[in-house]
C-alpha cells in the first residue's frame, strides 16, 4: 500500500559515477582558479554602466552534490546602482543567498561553483574586478573593506565567547592594521552610538548571550558598517526580530546607508520590508530572475505570473478576504529542471507559447524586464539566460 | 450555536455540573499568572523571578480564534502553555468548557489532554526524527483510544486527507518533507485527537509566504469543518488580522487590550497597541507608513518598570503612570485596555492616591520592584 518510488532515489551505482564526476570536475575548476588567480588581466575588467556598484552577468552557481548537480543559481542577470537599495525576493531556496554567496566568495567550497557568468565589482576607479576569477587574497581586501554582510541569525554569527567590544575592535584593528588600540576602542564606540546603542560602554563590555536579538542586530550592523562599505549585503536582517524591532533596525539601515553614500542588496521574502526601502527589487523563482524592476514597476504593475501569485499569497492588514491565494504546486526539483518555463506546471495563466523553451527576457520599459511568454508581443524580446553545460566542464 | 462535529463520529460527552463558566464561551483565564524563579548559582536560592505571564484574563468564545500578539519575550507562549496545563501556573484560574482545570485531579486531567491540543512553531524540532509520520499521527490516538481498534488505520488515513497529507506518506520519515509539509504533520498529530481547543504557536512563522498561506487556508477550512477553537499566537500582525476573531495585545507578560479584531486594527487604544501596529510593514512603495519608533528595547520581565509597564517607552506617559498600575478594564462593550488615558473619575482618584502613596514610602521613579 506503500508507494516507494521516488524520482531522487538513486542506485549505488549511480551514485559513485556522480561523486566520480564531481571530483573530476571540481578539480579541474579549482585548479582553473589558482592558474587565473597570477594574471591581473584575467580578473580585471570595467563596468558595463559606471554607475553600477555590481553587475550580474548571466551568473551560474551550481552545487556538485551527491545527488547529481544543483543549479542554485543559473543564469541571473541584474545589477546593483549606486546608492540605491536593491531588494531580492522569492521563495526559500530559489537562490537568493547563493546569489550574495556567490558575490562574496563564501561558496561552500569545493562542492559549491561559479561555473559560468561574470561579477563584475565596480572598484571606483575605473576598472572593475570579476569576482568569479578573482583570488582569494584580493577577495579578502574586498570583504569587509568594500563589501560587507550582514546575515539572518545574529546569534551565530557572533562569537559567544569573546566581549562585543573585543569583536568589533578586531574587525577594525584587521582593516586598519596602523591604528592604535585607544583609536580603535574609540572608534568601536562611535560605531555602537551611530547603531543606536544607549549604553554603549556598557555594551563594550557585555557577552553576546546578554543582549536582545535586536541588539545583536544592531552590533552587527556596526561591525558590518566599520569600514565603510561601499555595498552592504542584508541577507534576510530582520526575519527573526519582531516587528516593532523589525521597523527600528530597518529605519536604522536607510539612514546609515545615505550617510555613508553606500548601496544595500537586500535579500528577503516579506514584500512588506522591500516595498518600504528598496528602489528596485529583482524576484528570483527556482534560481533564475523572473521579473526585475523599480519598486513601483513590481508593486503597482506586476507582470509575472508568479510575482502576482506572491503578491496575492500575503495577507495585507486592511484588506479582507475569505481565503488567502496560495500559488497551487511547488517548485521543481533543482537537480532535473525541465527545458521549458520553470514555472509552467504551476501557472495558471499559461499561453501557447508557454509550450516552448525557456521564455526570454522581455524589456516592458527601461527599468522593467519580465521573463515571461504572455509579454511576448509587448516589449523589445532580449536573451534568455545561458545554463552552464556540466558535462562540457 | 453551532454543534461541534467530530471527526470520528463519536459524540463528546458534555461537561457536567451546573456551570457558571462555560456556555458561550470554551476557555475563560482568570488573572493567570506564571513566574519562572531565577535561582541563585550558589545554594540554588530563589534571588528573583521572571515574570513571564503576569496576571491575565480574557475569554475566547467557542469556534472563534484569538490571535495574541506583541514583541518576543513578552510571554505569549508562556501563556499558550500555561493555558494548556503544560506549565503549571504561579497562580489564576483556567475554565475549559466550564471546568476549573485546578480543581482536575492528574487522572482527571489526562482524560481531558486530547481535547486541548498545541501545534509548535518550529516543524523541523517538533516532530520525532525515528518515527514514521503515521506512528507520530497515531501514537497518543491509541494511547487515548479515541477510535476503535479496528477503525484506527482507516481513521488516520482520513485525518491525513483532512490536512492536505497523502495517504502514502504514513510510512514516510520526517526528514524527507519540506517545512510546510512538516507543519501540516503537525497539524495532523493535532487533529487526530479530535480536540476542541488548539493552541497554535507561531505555526507559519518558519515558512515561506506561499506556503504559509496553504497552513492558513487549512487551519480556517479545519475550523469551520470542526468547530475548532484556536488560540493564535504570531508576531506578524497582517496573518493575525486575518485569521481572528479577536487580538489579545500582550506587553511584558500583561495584557494590554483584547478586542475584536476589526475594532483594535481601526482604533487602538492603549499607546503600545497603536506603536505596534503603526510598524507593519505595507507591501506598497508609496504608501509612507507613519511608523511611531518605539524609544529603547524591552525591560527585563525579571525587572519590569513601577506602574504600568509601559511607561518607559510610552509616548503619552503622564505623572501617575510611574506609580499607579492601571487596571484591566472593560472600557467599552467588548474592549478591555489597561491604560490610565481610559481611567474613570472613580479609578482616576483610586490612582492618584496609589500615587501620592507611593510617593510617600519613596519608591523612586523607575526602581526596581520588589521581587518575591
Ligand atoms: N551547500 C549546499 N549544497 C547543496 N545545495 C545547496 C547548498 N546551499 C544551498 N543549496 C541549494 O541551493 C538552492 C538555493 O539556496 P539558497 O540558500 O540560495 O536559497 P534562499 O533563496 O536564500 O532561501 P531562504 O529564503 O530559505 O534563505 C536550494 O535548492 C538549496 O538546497
Ligand atoms: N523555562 C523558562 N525558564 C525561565 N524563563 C523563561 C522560561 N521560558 C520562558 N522564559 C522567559 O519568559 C519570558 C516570556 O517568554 P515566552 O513566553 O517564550 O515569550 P514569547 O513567546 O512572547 O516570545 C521571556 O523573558 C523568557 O526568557
Ligand atoms: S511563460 Fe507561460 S508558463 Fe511561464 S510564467 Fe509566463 S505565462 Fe506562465
Ligand atoms: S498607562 Fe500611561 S504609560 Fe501606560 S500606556 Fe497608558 S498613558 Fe502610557
Ligand atoms: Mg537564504
Ligand atoms: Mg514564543
Redesign the pocket.
Known amino acids: 500500500m506503500s508507494e516507494h518510488k521516488n524520482s531522487s532515489y538513486i542506485s549505488a551505482k549511480e551514485s559513485r559515477k556522480i561523486t566520480r564526476f564531481n571530483r573530476r570536475v571540481t578539480k579541474k575548476l579549482e585548479r582553473e582558479r589558482e592558474a587565473a588567480g597570477h594574471d591581473p588581466s584575467l580578473y580585471t575588467t570595467v563596468m558595463k554602466d559606471p554607475n553600477n556598484v555590481v553587475e550580474f552577468d548571466n551568473v551560474c552557481t551550481y552545487f556538485f552534490s551527491d545527488n547529481g548537480v544543483v543549479k542554485a543559481v543559473d543564469g541571473v542577470n541584474f545589477s546593483v546602482p549606486k546608492c540605491s537599495t536593491v531588494g531580492v525576493v522569492g521563495e526559500s531556496g530559489c537562490g537568493k543567498s547563493v546569489t550574495s554567496l556567490s558575490l562574496m566568495q563564501l561558496l561552500q567550497r569545493p562542492s559549491g561553483q561559479t561555473v559560468g557568468g561574470q561579477i563584475r565589482f565596480n572598484l571606483g576607479d575605473g576598472t572593475a574586478y570579476d569576482i568569479v576569477k578573482t583570488p582569494t587574497s584580493k577577495m579578502q581586501e574586498i570583504r569587509g573593506n568594500k563589501i560587507s554582510m550582514i546575515f539572518q541569525e545574529p546569534m551565530t554569527s557572533l562569537n559567544p565567547v569573546f566581549r562585543i567590544g573585543n569583536q568589533v575592535d578586531e574587525v577594525i584593528k584587521l582593516h586598519n592594521p596602523q591604528m592604535s588600540d585607544e583609536d580603535v576602542k574609540a572608534r568601536t564606540l562611535e560605531m555602537l552610538d551611530m547603531v543606536g546603542i544607549a549604553n554603549r560602554e556598557g555594551v563594550y563590555r557585555m557577552y553576546p548571550h546578554e543582549l536582545s536579538g535586536g541588539m545583536r542586530q544592531r552590533i552587527m550592523i556596526a561591525i558590518a558598517l566599520a569600514c565603510s562599505p561601499t555595498l552592504i549585503i542584508a541577507d534576510e536582517p530582520t526575519t527573526a526580530l519582531d516587528v516593532t524591532i523589525q521597523a527600528q533596525i530597518l529605519d536604522l539601515l536607510q539612514g546609515l546607508k545615505d550617510k555613508l553614500n553606500s548601496s544595500i542588496m537586500l535579500i528577503t521574502h516579506d514584500l512588506g520590508v522591500v516595498a518600504g526601502m528598496a528602489d528596485y527589487v529583482v524576484v528570483m523563482y527556482a534560481g533564475r530572475v523572473v521579473e526585475k524592476g523599480t519598486a513601483d514597476d513590481i508593486f503597482h504593475h506586476p507582470m509575472h505570473p508568479y510575482t502576482i501569485g506572491l503578491m496575492r499569497s500575503k495577507p495585507v492588514v486592511g484588506r479582507k478576504v475569505d481565503e488567502l491565494y496560495s500559488i497551487p504546486g511547488s517548485v521543481p526539483n533543482p537537480v532535473n529542471m525541465p527545458d521549458y518555463c520553470y514555472f509552467r506546471d504551476r501557472c495558471e495563466l499559461t499561453c501557447d507559447r508557454c509550450k516552448g523553451l525557456y521564455p526570454p527576457e522581455i524589456k516592458i520599459s527601461d527599468t522593467h524586464i519580465v521573463s515571461c511568454y504572455r509579454y511576448y508581443e509587448d516589449g523589445e524580446v532580449l536573451g534568455q539566460p545561458k545554463s552552464v553545460n556540466v558535462e562540457e566542464l | 450555536m453551532e454543534e461541534k462535529k467530530n471527526i470520528s463520529q463519536q459524540a463528546v460527552p458534555p461537561a457536567e455540573g451546573a456551570r457558571e463558566h462555560g456556555g458561550e464561551y470554551l476557555v475563560e483565564v482568570e488573572n493567570l499568572v506564571k513566574w519562572?524563579p531565577i535561582k541563585s548559582s550558589f545554594f540554588r536560592l530563589t534571588i528573583g523571578n521572571?515574570r513571564?505571564?503576569d496576571g491575565i484574563s480574557f475569554k475566547i468564545r467557542r469556534g472563534q480564534t484569538m490571535g495574541l500578539v506583541?514583541?518576543?519575550?513578552?510571554?505569549?507562549?508562556?501563556?499558550g502553555r500555561t493555558m494548556l496545563r503544560l506549565l503549571e501556573p504561579t497562580s489564576g484560574e483556567v475554565y475549559f468548557d466550564g471546568q476549573p482545570l485546578s480543581a482536575l485531579s492528574r487522572q482527571e486531567l489526562r482524560k481531558l489532554r486530547p481535547r486541548m491540543q498545541i501545534v509548535f512553531q518550529d516543524p523541523y524540532s517538533s516532530l520525532s526524527p525515528r518515527l514514521p509520520v503515521g506512528e507520530i499521527i497515531g501514537e497518543a490516538v491509541r494511547e487515548h483510544k479515541i477510535v476503535p481498534r479496528e477503525e484506527y488505520d482507516d481513521y488516520i488515513s482520513r485525518v491525513m486527507r483532512a490536512c492536505g497529507l497523502p495517504e502514502y506518506y504514513k510510512d514516510r520519515y520526517p526528514h524527507e518533507f519540506s517545512g510546510g509539509q512538516r507543519q501540516r504533520i503537525c497539524i495532523a498529530r493535532a487533529l487526530a485527537l479530535n480536540p476542541d481547543f488548539i493552541v497554535c504557536?507561531e505555526p507559519v512563522s518558519a515558512l515561506d509566504v506561499s506556503i504559509q498561506a496553504q497552513i492558513i487556508n487549512l487551519l480556517k477550512r479545519l475550523q469551520k469543518d470542526f468547530g475548532f477553537t484556536y488560540l493564535f499566537?504570531s508576531h506578524d500582525l497582517s496573518v493575525v488580522e486575518h485569521i481572528s476573531d479577536t487580538v489579545g495585545v500582550?506587553y511584558l507578560?500583561s495584557m494590554v487590550e483584547y478586542t475584536g479584531t476589526e475594532k483594535i486594527f481601526s482604533h487602538p487604544l492603549h499607546p503600545y497597541t497603536e506603536a505596534l501596529f503603526s510598524a507593519i510593514p505595507v507591501p506598497d512603495p508609496d504608501v509612507k507608513i507613519n511608523r511611531i519608533i518605539l524609544k529603547g528595547s524591552l525591560p527585563s520581565?525579571a525587572n519590569p518598570p513601577h506602574g504600568c509597564k509601559f511607561h518607559t517607552r510610552c509616548e503619552k506617559c503622564m505623572e501617575v503612570c510611574k506609580y499607579a498600575v492601571p487596571e484591566w478594564t472593560e472600557v467599552e462593550p467588548e474592549h478591555w485596555c489597561a491604560c490610565h488615558l481610559y481611567d474613570s473619575p472613580q479609578q482616576k482618584a483610586a490612582a492618584e492616591a496609589a500615587m501620592e502613596e507611593a510617593k510617600a514610602k519613596g519608591i523612586s521613579e523607575d526602581g526596581p520592584q520588589e521581587t518575591l
Do not use: L, N, Q, Y
Open positions: 519562572f521572571v513571564a505571564v506583541g514583541e518576543s519575550g513578552c510571554g505569549k507562549s508562556t501563556a504557536d499566537i500582550m507578560g520581565p
